[in-house]
């Protein structure tokens, strides 16, 4: 597994999700999924919050 920091226990989440998440093939990860502007980087509102 590339994801040195990560231990997944149990079947929540797999490589290939996390693969997913990286690449940003699912949905959910996008500014407009939480009512932000495009512009709007989500990394930036979870800092904020």
Known sequence: MKYTTIR???????????????????GGQLAKDFGFAAKIKVKDEIARA
């Open 8 to 26: 997944i226990e149990g079947a929540i989440l797999s490589a290939d999700i996390l693969d997913k998440i990286e690449q940003g093939d699912i």
